[in-house]
């Protein structure tokens, strides 16, 4: 059993076109994230979510938007794709923090997406 | 703001060697975790070791182990007898506790580790 998934694993889509990607946790953790991986690799924090509060990265162009129908799930939704939104999306979750412990995040295998 | 740098944008070992991949952070937050993983070309990333700010020792799992120098503010990941299998990506990345677990992590650069028979 997959503990974080993601749905679609590649996305091919013309610009302009609007886009969801979905993503699971059977974890039963409480925060959930999204992540952008560039084509340089480098990992930057879109979005976090737990069922009290959303926080998100102010670079992030409003075109984004997260969409969770519960605390298992935490879609993403972009609109008017462009070009530069090619990348690896991945969503990740976590269970908060344990006594003393910072825990670490699970993370989905990551979602594909070319922008043409 | 928490910082990761990672300087050794690609490194090539031989096979069989110990590597250590140089990472260093800044924060304010005076509770964090530091955290190492690694992703292969097939993408996945794979949780590898993490290291509490206030721990003691330094943690291991099986062939890693974590160089935490606290006053440096460094926390080097050590791959023993490295093997064809570990040649990938190797993000560090750290963790405040202020934040109340809705920041997430934040990452460095990477670290892209080939291994040569």
């Given at each position: 059993?997959?503990?974080?998934?993601?749905?679609?694993?590649?996305?091919?889509?013309?610009?302009?076109?609007?886009?969801?990607?979905?993503?699971?946790?059977?974890?039963?953790?409480?925060?959930?994230?999204?992540?952008?991986?560039?084509?340089?690799?480098?990992?930057?924090?879109?979005?976090?979510?737990?069922?009290?509060?959303?926080?998100?990265?102010?670079?992030?162009?409003?075109?984004?938007?997260?969409?969770?129908?519960d605390?298992?799930?935490?879609?993403?939704?972009?609109?008017?794709?462009?070009?530069?939104?090619?990348?690896?999306?991945?969503?990740?979750?976590?269970?908060?923090?344990?006594?003393?412990?910072?825990?670490?995040?699970?993370?989905?295998?990551?979602?594909?997406?070319?922008?043409? | 703001?928490?910082?990761?740098?990672?300087?050794?944008?690609?490194?090539?070992?031989?096979?069989?060697?110990?590597v250590?991949?140089?990472?260093?952070?800044?924060?304010?937050?005076?509770?964090?975790?530091?955290?190492?993983?690694?992703?292969?070309?097939?993408?996945?990333?794979?949780?590898?070791?993490?290291?509490?700010?206030?721990?003691?020792?330094?943690?291991?799992?099986?062939?890693y182990?974590?160089?935490?120098?606290?006053?440096?503010?460094?926390?080097?990941?050590?791959?023993?007898?490295?093997?064809?299998?570990?040649?990938?990506?190797?993000?560090?990345a750290?963790?405040?506790?202020?934040?109340?677990?809705a920041?997430?992590?934040?990452?460095?650069?990477?670290?892209?580790?080939?291994?040569?028979?």
């Amino acid at each position: 059993d997959t503990a974080v998934s993601q749905t679609p694993k590649y996305l091919v889509t013309q610009m302009g076109n609007d886009k969801s990607i979905k993503c699971e946790q059977n974890l039963g953790h409480d925060t959930m994230y999204w992540y952008k991986q560039d084509s340089k690799k480098f990992l930057k924090i879109m979005f976090s979510y737990n069922n009290k509060e959303l926080i998100i990265n102010e670079t992030v162009p409003n075109r984004f938007s997260p969409k969770s129908p519960d605390k298992a799930h935490l879609n993403l939704h972009i609109n008017s794709l462009e070009l530069g939104d090619s990348a690896v999306y991945f969503c990740a979750s976590s269970q908060g923090f344990l006594l003393k412990r910072v825990v670490e995040l699970f993370f989905g295998e990551g979602s594909r997406l070319t922008v043409l | 703001a928490q910082k990761i740098t990672q300087t050794q944008p690609g490194m090539f070992v031989q096979e069989k060697e110990a590597v250590t991949l140089d990472c260093t952070y800044d924060t304010s937050d005076p509770s964090y975790g530091l955290f190492w993983y690694k992703q292969p070309s097939s993408g996945e990333m794979i949780f590898l070791i993490y290291q509490g700010s206030y721990d003691q020792q330094n943690a291991t799992e099986g062939r890693y182990s974590l160089n935490f120098q606290k006053a440096r503010k460094s926390a080097n990941l050590v791959i023993s007898a490295s093997q064809l299998g570990d040649s990938a990506m190797y993000f560090c990345a750290m963790r405040g506790k202020s934040g109340g677990g809705a920041d997430g992590l934040t990452f460095g650069k990477g670290t892209h580790l080939i291994i040569q028979p």
